[in-house]
C-alpha cells in the first residue's frame, strides 16, 4: 500500500459515502507502518525496523475478498499472510477507517534512517567513534594507517585525524 490513493474522491464516494471516502483519502497522507515477525528471529542483532507488506480493507466486502485470497492459496504460502480484523486493526493504527488488513510478513522494507541508526549502534559496540556535523574531504596513508581530512558543517574548520576506528557522519 502507497501513500497515494488509488482511486479518485468521486469514485470513493460512489462505493463508500461521501463521509467515509473523506476519511479514507485523508488517511493516505500518512503511511501504514507494521514490523515484521520474521525481524524477532534475526540472528543479527541489528533491529532493523522492517516494514511489511499490506494491503488495506475500507469495507467489509473488501475485507472478505482478501480472506478469500488467503483461502485459496496453498497452506505453506497461506502462513506467510496474516489477516487483521477490525478490532486488531484498531488497535494498530488507532483509526477507524479500514475494516480489516492483509499482511504479509515474509517481505517489506527498510526505514533509512532506522537502519542508519542501527548501524551506527552495531558500529559503537564495535568501538567505533561517530562524529557527526562533519564533511569528510578525502584521507591519505600515513605510517600503519589513514589520516582523514574533515570539514566542520557549522564553521568550515578543517581538521586532520588520525583514522582508524572512526566515523563521520
Given at each position: 500500500?502507497?501513500?497515494?490513493p488509488?482511486?479518485?474522491l ?6 463508500f ?21 520474521r525481524?524477532?528471529?534475526?540472528q543479527?542483532?541489528?533491529d ?20 478469500a485470497?488467503c ?15 477490525e ?27 532506522k537502519?542508519?541508526?542501527?548501524l ?10 561517530i ?24 564553521n ?5 585525524i ?8
Amino acid at each position: 500500500m502507497g501513500n497515494a490513493p488509488k482511486f479518485t474522491l468521486t469514485q470513493a464516494t460512489a462505493r463508500f459515502g461521501e463521509k467515509r471516502a473523506r476519511e479514507i483519502m485523508d488517511d493516505y497522507g500518512s503511511s501504514m507502518k507494521f514490523m515484521i515477525k520474521r525481524a524477532q528471529t534475526l540472528q543479527d542483532p541489528i533491529d532493523l525496523n522492517l516494514a511489511g507488506s499490506v494491503a488495506a480493507a475500507h469495507s467489509r466486502k473488501d475485507l472478505a475478498k482478501l480472506k478469500a485470497f488467503c483461502d485459496s492459496l496453498a497452506p505453506q504460502e497461506r502462513a506467510k499472510y496474516e489477516i487483521l480484523d477490525e478490532t486488531q486493526i484498531h488497535s494498530v493504527l488507532k483509526t477507524d477507517i479500514y475494516r480489516g488488513a492483509m499482511v504479509r510478513h515474509d517481505q517489506g522494507t527498510i526505514h533509512p534512517a532506522k537502519y542508519v541508526r542501527a548501524l551506527a549502534n552495531r558500529a559503537r559496540t564495535l568501538g567505533v567513534r561517530i562524529f557527526t556535523g562533519w564533511r569528510y574531504e578525502g584521507a591519505r596513508k600515513s605510517g600503519g594507517g589513514h589520516v582523514a581530512f574533515l570539514e566542520n558543517v557549522q564553521n568550515e574548520t578543517t581538521v586532520e585525524i588520525q583514522a582508524e576506528k572512526s566515523c563521520w557522519v
